[in-house]
């Protein structure tokens, strides 16, 4: 679960990590890497004990990749100011979510969202330039929305000024 994704970036030679809450998966994923060989570091793998903060330093990643998270987060927007802090100034955020089928189960135990609304989701939490629109690629797809971390002048705010929604589907 947690392995997979860090180890083809690491593939590439990209520096990476993967993180989850379950320990088991963690093992299992350092174990598999053991006995890779790749262009540059092999991927490192943390134990995540709290959902709402990743055992990662403030400014210390470049992309964060969130895939498959915000339906079943307890509260998306934590998640979302949780990886603003670990993201370096102008880092990425790619958002893989599940798209809301116009007829979902109310009851069913993810929340999926609608375009416009995991924009606006985005957009709440501040401190984001949307890069990417989701209402574009094929409906039957999960949603993807990249978004950039506003670099803020030096004493500025944390909460800067945010892109209008027309800008944002721009």
């Known amino acids: 679960r947690s392995g997979l994704i860090p180890h083809l970036l690491a593939g ?29 570091s092999p991927p490192s793998f943390v134990h995540q004990p709290d959902i709402r903060r990743a055992p990662l330093d403030d400014g210390s990643a470049d992309i964060a990749l969130v895939y498959d998270q915000l339906e079943t987060h307890d509260n998306p927007v934590a998640l979302l100011r949780d990886t603003h802090r670990v993201l370096a100034d102008d880092g990425l955020i790619v958002i893989l979510t599940q798209r809301q089928e116009h007829t979902q189960d109310p009851y069913e135990s993810q929340r999926r969202y609608k375009a416009q609304e995991l924009i606006m989701q985005v957009q709440g939490v501040r401190g984001w330039d949307i890069l990417s629109d989701p209402n574009q690629g094929n409906p039957d797809h999960p949603l993807i929305l990249i978004a950039r ?22």
Request: negative net charge.
């Open 12 to 40: 590439q030679g990209l520096t990476c990590t993967g993180t989850d809450t379950d320990p088991n998966q963690i093992s299992i994923a350092q174990q598999f890497v053991a006995s890779q060989t790749y262009p540059a």
């Open 149 to 170: 971390k506003r670099r803020l002048p030096a004493g500025a705010a944390e909460s800067p000024k945010e892109s209008s929604p027309a800008e944002a589907a721009a």
